[in-house]
């Protein structure tokens, strides 16, 4: 009954309309640090920050290496850990390193605390007493920029100077407190300019795009589709259902792609404002219930399609009546795979659970909702342009800081909006993963899957159709992207800026060019349907 299917995928659409109102993040890269900050730059004060790997032994036995983060003064330090001098550290006395030092620090890197005076007062009294470095402890752990004051117009430190969390220097400070012999050894590697692990992602978001534009008619069929979901109670022959007329299929309107980009608007501003690791878990099980059942779709059309029989077999279940024998096995199967994904989310694999659920509900995402025409694919694409932008490079002026990339990445809740594909950087000294969100692939997606409804029911060619040039636009668009994450230091980019010029604006310029303008703004879902089903 149309009922009892609407009914199993409550849940799901509700989980799927959160994936939409969280999935336009920037690409980002976790372990980025913008170079952005206030204070003057003068002779002696003007390097980049650069973030600081700070080895540790301690009584001659390594210790968890402590990631800092450079001053806008002071020396420069190695790229390569073999060419960083090993030294031990000592505390300052007094600990503040604000006025002259009692303690010996001769050859060695000072261990000062944050406060009492500035920076560059810490940095000239340790170099002062011998120091060859000197590691300030924040008073959070955050890694604050240390820059010069207005009073600091000439600056000649020539020591390394790294900030450093609170727990890290509380426990370096504990070690010696005790008597242990502790050696640090400081050194910033550089980032590769390209890892692969954008173009394993570039892969998949492109992949994702293509293959739920194909999926209908490649690996869905008929038959499939007349029993399409699965733990749902089926009618009998003759009870004059037809199943082709009830699918669940959403069409977009440019009303409503205005609404929802207000709305995803107002929905991000309150997990800005109320973000907190429960409202995460919210989030976390949202999406667990979304990924099942995209997981339970794509898993049942491709085995029935794969082997025919399984598409036919049912079997009667209480409350939901005749459902698929194949339905009843899958369904345990993603709950599982859903549920061990969220108990090991922080694990260093986790990636994998989450891309693949990820992958399976965008597929599913992409076969509810459809654009009927590009009228609604500009109203749709042109509010998630601007809402990207905005809220990635213009909220900072007013919020204090980036909206979307704190959403992101759950400031402050030790948890991550899962809404993203993420892979880790393999050759990036640093670690961190290369990430894109939903929207990022849904949005253009919907677009381009209108590009593949449109050419097949026009009869075009491959050449002469859209959905082949709107395919590469969208991997050009990508490319791009990551393209200025390079260029401007990993600061997180609202990806459709790029994504929509490349989709959109293709599509627009191509109908123009091509004079079917005219055809593709009026589209209609009602003629599409009586063009691909004649003979």
């Not at 372990?31 to 390097?47: E, F, I, L, M």
């Not at 010996?104 to 406060?115: E, I, P, Q």
């Not at 390079?486 to 109908?511: E, K, N, R, S, W």
Request: proline share 4%; net charge neutral.
């Amino acid at each position: 009954m149309a009922t009892a299917r609407r009914a199993w995928r409550l849940p799901a659409a509700a989980a799927t309309l959160l994936v939409l109102l969280l999935a336009c993040s920037a690409a980002a890269d976790d372990a980025s640090y913008d170079d952005d900050a206030g204070g003057p730059r003068t002779p002696g004060c003007s390097n980049k920050f650069q973030l600081v790997k700070v080895k540790n032994w301690v009584n001659g036995t390594e210790g968890a290496t402590v990631v800092g983060l450079s001053a806008r003064f002071g020396a420069h330090l190695p790229r390569d850990m073999h060419e960083a001098q090993k030294s031990f550290a000592v505390l300052s006395n007094p600990f503040h390193c604000c006025s002259n030092l009692t303690s010996k620090l001769t050859n060695s890197v000072a261990l000062a605390t944050r406060g009492e005076c500035a920076f560059t007062a810490k940095a000239k009294t340790a170099q002062a007493g011998g120091a060859v470095g000197l590691l300030v402890i924040n008073d959070n752990e955050e890694l604050y920029k240390m820059v010069c004051s207005e009073n600091d117009t000439s600056i000649n430190v020539t020591i390394p100077v790294v900030m450093i969390p609170q727990s890290a220097g509380k426990k370096l400070k504990g070690f010696l407190d005790h008597g242990a012999s502790v050696e640090v050894q400081l050194y910033s590697p550089n980032r590769p300019v390209v890892d692969l692990s954008a173009c394993f992602l570039w892969i998949m978001a492109v992949g994702t795009i293509v293959c739920a534009s194909l999926w209908s008619e490649l690996v869905a069929c008929e038959r499939v589709d007349d029993r399409y979901n699965q733990l749902t109670r089926k009618d009998g022959p003759n009870t004059g259902t037809n199943y082709s007329e009830d699918k669940e299929i959403f069409e977009i309107s440019a009303k409503g792609a205005i609404v929802f980009i207000i709305i995803a608007s107002v929905f991000l501003l309150l997990l800005f404002y109320f973000m907190s690791s429960w409202f995460i878990w919210v989030l976390i099980v949202l999406f667990c219930i979304g990924g099942i059942e995209g997981m339970h779709v794509c898993l049942v059309t491709l085995l029935a399609r794969i082997f025919k029989d399984c598409g036919q077999k049912t079997v009667q279940l209480p409350f939901l009546g005749e459902v698929l024998t194949l339905s009843v096995g899958i369904v345990p199967f993603c709950v599982v795979f859903a549920i061990l994904w969220a108990v090991y989310r922080h694990a260093s694999f986790a990636w994998i659970g989450q891309d693949i659920l990820g992958i399976c509900l965008m597929i599913t995402v992409l076969q509810m909702a459809r654009l009927p025409n590009i009228r609604v694919a500009s109203a749709l694409l042109s509010a998630a342009f601007v809402y990207d932008i905005f809220w990635v490079f213009i909220s900072p002026l007013i919020f204090h800081e980036s909206v979307m990339i704190a959403v992101a990445r759950g400031d402050n809740t030790g948890e991550s909006i899962p809404m993203l594909l993420r892979i880790p950087c393999f050759f990036d000294p640093w670690g961190g993963y290369d990430m894109i969100g939903f929207g990022d692939i849904i949005f253009p997606g919907l677009l381009v899957a209108f590009s593949y409804r449109f050419d097949r029911a026009s009869k075009k060619g491959i050449l002469n159709g859209y959905f082949l040039w709107l395919t590469v636009g969208y991997a050009v668009g990508l490319f791009l992207t990551y393209l200025a994450l390079f260029l401007m230091d990993g600061h997180g980019q609202p990806a459709l800026l790029y994504l929509v010029p490349c989709t959109l604006g293709l599509i627009v310029i191509l109908g123009w060019v091509r004079g079917d303008l005219h055809d593709l703004w009026n589209y209609r879902k009602g003629r599409m349907e009586n063009l691909v089903d004649e003979p």
